[in-house]
């Protein structure tokens, strides 16, 4: 006997079908994909995902959830978006709970997990152009697509660049502690690298306590910026100069600071300033200070334990980044790690600037603490 099934039941299967399709995109009559705009991103939510050093694992977890936009980029290039996607959302969850030292080897690892599992070709360094091929890397992870960033994600993608910026940063360190004939000086490479690592931190609570504790977000993304390029441009002369006997840097010649200068005088002036306010919770900014200096005195250190075990022509070329490092933090000192974030131009071109002369810097008066954007 044959059964026949209603009109209706029919209907409400072709619609049940409809509705459990994906609404990213679909394809209309003349075979142009229409993209969804209208998503919801999450925020890190640490009863959702939780934190491990088993990298697969957090990946595993952040990839369950959106925390990016870039709609056209997702619907062309997904294998990609998902790089982003997870990164953004295990580098606010690193943030969230207090694993922001190892951000480095996370985003790292996640790359290399990308590039094997795609197959796709690594980057053959070693022939002059290794930093613009890393950009070139990281750059496939974000959207080129302007209608993107006509969905107000420009806030999204500065945060991408400075987190792949960590990652540029962390490839060349990584480079340089993994070339055999540096077994000699391994150790001394993983101490500089650790210093730098609490440069970066109390830096950041630096700029938070400076605010307040609530640093706007651009703000932070713009000094992790800044941290990234200062400490590339840093490694890579030293990283050619290991790499090639006969390499020659094209690289300003930069001023050694005395102690007195780099770290007692610059500080003890930042030090009564933040004194001289009295506002309520001075406190915390001055003890974020003192431990920003002891951070960057322990860097210091470390570079200097470093130069001590090179030959004279790396010796050279690292002394000269070192300079060129104490430079680039006395303008921060100078600034009040200000500027970072969006200002107004007039603001802005207050400011010391990274090129200014030596001349410009011993003469240029810190602004006050309470300057405003």
Same mark, same amino acid.
């Given at each position: 006997m044959k059964h026949i099934i209603p009109v209706y039941m029919i209907l409400a299967l072709l619609t049940a079908c409809s509705q459990s399709?994906?609404?990213?995109?679909?394809?209309?009559?003349?075979?142009?994909?229409?993209?969804?705009?209208?998503?919801?991103?999450?925020?890190?939510?640490?009863?959702?995902?939780?934190?491990t050093d088993n990298f697969a694992q957090l990946f595993a977890q952040t990839q369950r959830h959106r925390y990016i936009g870039f709609p056209y980029f997702m619907n062309e290039h997904r294998d990609r978006w998902n790089v982003s996607n997870g990164i953004y959302g295990a580098y606010?969850?690193?943030?969230?709970?207090?694993?922001?030292?190892v951000v480095d080897s996370m985003i790292g690892w996640r790359i290399d997990h990308y590039l094997a599992s795609t197959k796709?070709?690594?980057?053959?360094?070693?022939?002059?152009?290794?930093?613009?091929?890393?950009?070139?890397?990281?750059?496939? /992870?974000?959207?080129?697509?302007?209608?993107?960033?006509?969905?107000? %994600?420009?806030?999204?993608?500065?945060? $991408?660049?400075?987190? &792949?910026?960590i990652y540029i940063s962390y490839y060349f360190q990584k480079q340089l502690s993994d070339m055999p004939e540096n077994k000699a000086i391994a150790k001394s490479l993983e101490n500089e690298r650790l210093a730098w690592k609490q440069v970066v931190t109390?830096?950041?609570?630096?700029?938070?306590?400076?605010?307040?504790?609530?640093?706007?977000s651009d703000a932070m993304t713009g000094l992790t910026k800044a941290q990234n390029s200062a400490k590339t441009k840093a490694d890579l002369d /030293?990283?050619?100069?290991?790499?090639?006997?006969?390499?020659?840097? %094209?690289?300003?010649?930069?001023?050694? $600071?005395?102690?007195? &200068?780099?770290?007692?005088?610059?500080?003890?002036?930042?030090?009564?300033?933040?004194?001289a306010t009295q506002e309520i919770g001075f406190g915390k900014k001055l003890q974020a200070l003192l431990n920003e200096q002891k951070a960057w005195m322990a860097y210091i250190?470390?570079?200097?334990?470093?130069?001590?075990?090179?030959?004279?022509k790396q010796e050279a070329l690292y002394d000269n980044a070192t300079n060129r490092l104490q430079k680039w933090h006395i303008v921060q000192l100078k600034n009040r790690l200000k500027g970072y974030g969006y200002c107004s131009d007039a603001f802005s071109s207050s400011l010391l600037s990274d090129t200014c002369t030596y001349q410009q810097m011993y003469k240029y008066v810190p602004m006050k603490l309470d300057a405003q954007f």
């Open positions: 399709q994906p609404k990213t995109a679909e394809v209309v009559a003349d075979d142009t994909v229409v993209v969804d705009t209208n998503y919801d991103l999450e925020e890190v939510d640490t009863t959702k995902v939780f934190w606010m969850l690193a943030k969230t709970t207090g694993h922001y030292d796709a070709d690594r980057l053959k360094t070693g022939n002059g152009q290794d930093f613009a091929q890393m950009e070139q890397l990281v750059n496939q /992870f974000r959207s080129q697509d302007s209608r993107d960033l006509n969905l107000d %994600n420009e806030g999204q993608d500065k945060q $991408l660049e400075a987190i &792949y910026g109390t830096q950041r609570k630096l700029l938070r306590a400076l605010n307040n504790g609530n640093a706007p /030293f990283y050619f100069s290991l790499k090639k006997p006969n390499y020659t840097t %094209n690289d300003t010649l930069y001023e050694k $600071l005395s102690d007195q &200068y780099a770290y007692y005088d610059e500080y003890n002036v930042f030090i009564k300033d933040i004194k250190y470390a570079r200097r334990v470093l130069s001590g075990k090179l030959n004279e």
